[in-house]
């Protein structure tokens, strides 16, 4: 069962195979119920950010449901626009204290650039990121941090980082999803031992509008976001879907079933 599984990050962590993700859900107690059905539903993988402003939120869920911390995989992220040594140490320290956790388990940088230069990066953020990376690094061998890696991350952008430091990020997660591989990326990463965590593989919705998703819908009898879901998986990736529905949530972990190789392949 899905639930149960785990991919084994080049360190040795396992990380549960399917994570939910919190973007975009802002609202005090949409947040707090959402992260209840995920736990409910048997997610065990909440995937949040600094930047999404909701780790306060998450973290009241956690205690309200008196989960036990162990069998909680959580992630954050450093914020795209704070770089550098003291400032990676100081923004975690914010983000434990608002999840209420003395530790995480993944901390990824959320990006190279800040949001408003990701698309032309005409400035250079190299070693502002590594300086970040190298505090993330120190944090993880004093134990507040079980693994760490990236977000948005190109192959040059991690090269620069293990060039620096000697050390391989534990996961890049990077916009993917059917229609959208990443091929080149996805197999370098791959290469180098970077698990592949894909956020939005539901296209913030655009994909319940592809036909073809609709054929195989009917072929599987399967919700368009299972099939989705699915495919991340069986493209040894991990998912990230977000949902703010109790039966969605329910849906996206309802994923014992494989696609034929046919179909699977047809999106490469």
């Known amino acids: 069962m899905i639930k149960n599984e ?39 993988h909440i995937d949040t950010a600094a930047a999404y402003g909701n780790e306060s939120y998450i973290g009241e869920a956690l205690k309200e449901t008196k989960t036990d911390r162990k069998s909680i995989f959580i992630t954050s992220k450093l914020r795209a626009e704070k770089k550098g040594y003291d400032v990676a140490v100081e923004e975690f320290n914010k983000t434990i204290k608002n999840l209420g956790t003395e530790y995480l388990d993944l901390y990824l940088i959320h990006a190279p650039s800040p949001w408003p230069e990701m698309r032309d990066r005409k400035i250079d953020h190299t070693e502002e ?70 956020y939005s593989p539901l296209e913030t919705g655009k994909i319940f509008k592809k036909e073809k998703m609709e054929e195989l819908k009917t ?24 949902s703010t529905h109790k039966e969605y949530i329910e849906n996206d972990i309802d994923l014992d079933f494989t696609l034929e190789k046919d179909d699977f392949e047809s999106f490469l």
């Open 219 to 242: 072929k599987y009898n399967k919700t368009i976001a299972q099939i989705s879901l699915r495919w991340c998986l069986d493209y040894n990736t991990l998912p990230l879907p977000k």
């Open 6 to 44: 785990f991919y084994t990050l080049n360190n040795g962590v396992n990380i549960p195979k399917i994570g939910f993700g919190t973007w975009q859900i802002t609202n005090k107690k949409v947040a707090k119920e959402a992260v209840k059905y995920a736990l409910n539903a048997g997610f065990t």
């Open 129 to 198: 990121n590594i300086a970040s990376f190298k505090a993330m690094i120190d944090l993880y061998k004093a134990g507040k941090i079980k693994a760490i890696g990236v977000s948005n991350f190109n192959e040059k952008d991690i090269d620069a980082l293990i060039s620096a430091t000697g050390f391989i990020p534990q996961v890049n997660q990077i916009f993917l999803s059917p229609f959208n591989p990443q091929k080149d990326l996805k197999n370098y990463c791959e290469k180098k031992g970077i698990l592949v965590e894909a």
